[in-house]
């Protein structure tokens, strides 16, 4: 514990003198100039999976949101709370973000729960929000293969919001169904020409 907070520090430290120190400094550019990033990522919380990391980007470069199994809900406007809609919504109609990119990865937990519903009686939460992506499928595809049909699921769902549609019917935003395998460190897209995931 105390080593990784003390590499934690050390981070920030080094965050300061690279992104923060002096008037021409990202940090400062970004005080006076907002937020303008043309790349939305919505990524799994898993610790492994980190999109700023992986893709090697600044800090205004990537409006991201993280939930378990980077998974996007159908439009369903009422009054419940909307966490990650609101955040596409932010995005999408007010950032105007070029491309939404959905990051699933290898090795995901929450696929895996999904997968197993072995502990759908000792949550209060992730069991319910893992359902959104539930599919028909073959009983024996593995935890990888799922994931890679959740995005597709995801990709789906994106097409229920309005302003999504309208945005990738006017060519105004492009979608990218990402998959991220860890032990590799290799990034595929889907392609829908060959209905396949391919190397990046």
């Known amino acids: 514990m105390e080593y990784s907070l003390n590499k934690m520090l050390r981070g920030y430290q080094q965050f300061r003198m690279k992104y ?16 303008q990033p043309q790349v939305m990522v919505v990524a799994c919380c898993d610790s ?11 800090p ?4 991201v949101v993280r939930n378990v199994a980077n998974i996007i809900p ?16 932010f995005g999408v109609r ?16 929450g ?8 502990h759908a009686n000792e949550n209060d939460f992730i069991s319910n929000w893992v359902s959104i992506i539930d599919s028909d499928c073959d009983e024996t595809m593995s935890v990888d293969e799922y994931a890679k049909l959740a995005i597709k699921k995801s990709y789906q769902n994106c097409l229920t919001f309005p302003w999504v ?12 169904q990402w998959y991220f ?16 995931f391919q190397s990046l």
């Open 20 to 35: 923060a120190e002096g008037d021409q400094s990202i940090m400062h550019y970004l005080s006076h100039h907002g937020q």
């Open 48 to 58: 492994r999976v980190d999109p700023a990391l992986i893709l090697q980007c600044d």
């Open 60 to 63: 205004g470069d990537l409006f």
């Open 74 to 89: 159908p439009y369903e406007k009422d009054e419940a709370h909307h966490g990650t809609s609101a955040a596409l919504e």
């Open 94 to 109: 007010f950032l105007k973000v070029k491309h939404l990119v959905l990051l699933g990865h290898s090795q995901c937990g």
């Open 111 to 118: 696929i895996q729960t999904l997968l197993t519903c072995k």
């Open 165 to 176: 549609k309208a945005q990738l019917q006017s060519k105004q935003l492009a979608i990218h």
């Open 181 to 196: 395998d860890i032990k590799a460190g290799q990034i595929s897209a889907y392609s829908e020409v060959d209905g396949k």
